[in-house]
């Protein structure tokens, strides 16, 4: 692991694999790469034409790529669903569930939860329940689940999974990332109940560079706040290639531990890709089948391949 670059990714040809948030940052690099190594690669975007100017601009960068887009809005179940009914391919190795929102002002989703915890877990929830049959009909499939290291500010709430009662934004973000990991956790658990070799495992960027942290500035109309962020992007914060390389290694490296979490080697910040220390409350296997089961309920998903 140690030096680990895009160099040492393993063949990926004949595999399929799905995004989201590939229209830039942490997400583009990922499925760059996964497409450099021969995978097809399906971008999972909500904007259309964000989308399709990623893709025209990754078969610039590499013309034989198989690469495509599809409509995906993480914050709309409706077009959640309307994804996953069209996902055009019989099996599917690797699903990256990257895409996601951070600190933003109190607001909720076309379905009425919070958009944190609505973007960032129950939208991902639900479409890898939805892409089950696929993601089981694959050998050795993998999900790999983008959390933060700053899922550590705070563990879920199960009682207040929306907020309602009080919003922190920063709060609020970390609970919809220690929801990454529980439920990682416990897809990686059920998964092994039923004796699949489904993969689920996490990883984080560090503090890398993307239009993740101009977001809330951006939403609430804050430009000071929006330079401070841009300048320490580009003083302190490493290059979205180098975030997405823990990404990479969860998703491509042969023996990836169900349940690992991945995360740049340097203090959780950056550098090559290493275990990476997580909060305790993210193993608790009791958290994580309360998260699960609200989580159906919530979305109406249900994994039936993996009840225990």
């Known amino acids: 692991m140690p030096g680990w670059t895009t160099q040492d990714i393993p063949d990926q040809s004949g595999r399929v694999a799905v995004v989201t948030g590939a229209n830039s940052g942490i997400g583009y690099v990922t499925a760059r790469e996964l497409a450099r190594k021969g995978a097809r690669v399906v971008l999972a975007c909500r904007s259309g034409a964000r989308g ?84 089981l009909a694959a050998p050795e499939a993998r999900v790999v689940v983008v959390s933060s290291g700053m899922h550590a500010l705070a563990n879920i709430d199960i009682d207040d999974l929306n907020s309602e009662r009080r919003y922190r934004r920063w709060i609020a973000y970390a609970r919809s990332k220690t929801a990454n990991l529980l439920f990682t956790h416990e897809l990686a658990r059920r998964a092994a109940a039923h004796g699949t070799d489904l993969v689920a495992a996490a990883a984080h960027p560090g503090y890398a560079a993307t239009n993740l942290q101009t977001t809330g500035p951006l939403a609430e109309g804050r430009p000071a706040a929006e330079r401070l962020v841009r300048i320490a992007n580009r003083v302190v914060a490493q290059p979205a290639e180098a975030g997405a390389l823990p990404v990479l290694y969860a998703a491509t490296e042969p023996g990836v531990r169900p349940d690992s979490f991945t995360g740049p080697h340097l203090a959780m910040w950056r550098g090559a890709p290493a275990p990476s220390w997580r909060a305790p409350w993210t193993l608790n296997d009791v958290a994580g089948q309360r998260l699960w089961a609200a989580s159906e309920e919530l979305t109406g998903v249900t994994y039936d391949a993996l009840k225990t």
């Open 52 to 135: 399709e100017a990623a893709v025209d601009r990754l078969r610039a960068e590499l013309p034989e790529a198989r690469v495509e887009l599809g409509r995906l809005d993480l914050g709309d179940l409706a077009s959640v669903r309307e994804f996953a009914a069209g996902f055009p391919y019989e099996r599917l190795d690797v699903l990256v569930d990257n895409a996601g929102v951070m600190a933003l002002p109190y607001g909720t989703t076309v379905d009425g939860f919070e958009t944190q915890f609505g973007v960032n877990h129950l939208g991902h929830f639900a479409l890898t329940g939805l892409l089950l049959p696929a993601l």
